[in-house]
Nanobody
C-alpha cells in the first residue's frame, strides 16, 4: 500500500501563491506517475497536473498552464504543485494521486491523499 499526505493548502488573496506538497510513504516503488486533481464545490473532480517518475514529462490542464508547476523529489518521495497568480476560480480541495501511468483521468490512479483546501479570495 501507498499512503499520500498533502499539505500546504490555505487561504490566499487573488494573485498570490501557494505550494502544495504530497508526501508518499509505504510501497512507493509502485508509484510511477504523480498527479494533482481538484474538486470545487458543486463540481466534479478535475485534472490539474501530472508528472512522470523522472520528471521529464509533465501535463497541465489548460486553465493552469503558465501559472502552476508540478515537480517531484524522488529522494524525498514528495511531489509538489507550485501555484502562482491564483484566481478565485482555483478555489477547491486539491488531491494528490499516485499510479503506474501518467494519465489525466482520476480512474487511472491507484492511490489518493485526503485532500487539502485551497481558498482564493477576490
Amino acid at each position: 500500500q501507498v499512503q499520500l499526505v498533502e499539505s500546504g493548502g490555505g487561504l490566499v488573496q487573488a494573485g498570490g501563491s501557494l505550494r502544495l506538497s504530497c508526501a508518499a510513504s509505504g510501497r512507493t516503488r509502485s508509484v510511477y506517475a504523480m498527479g494533482w486533481f481538484r474538486r470545487a464545490p458543486g463540481k466534479e473532480r478535475e485534472f490539474v497536473a501530472a508528472i512522470s517518475a523522472s520528471g521529464d514529462w509533465t501535463y497541465y490542464q489548460e486553465s493552469v498552464k503558465g501559472r502552476f508547476t508540478i515537480s517531484r523529489e524522488n529522494a524525498k518521495n514528495t511531489a509538489y504543485l507550485q501555484m502562482n497568480s491564483l484566481k478565485p476560480e482555483d478555489t477547491a480541495v486539491y488531491y494528490c494521486a499516485g499510479g503506474s501511468v501518467v494519465v489525466q483521468t482520476p480512474s487511472g490512479y491507484d492511490y489518493w491523499g485526503q485532500g487539502t483546501q485551497v481558498t482564493v479570495s477576490s
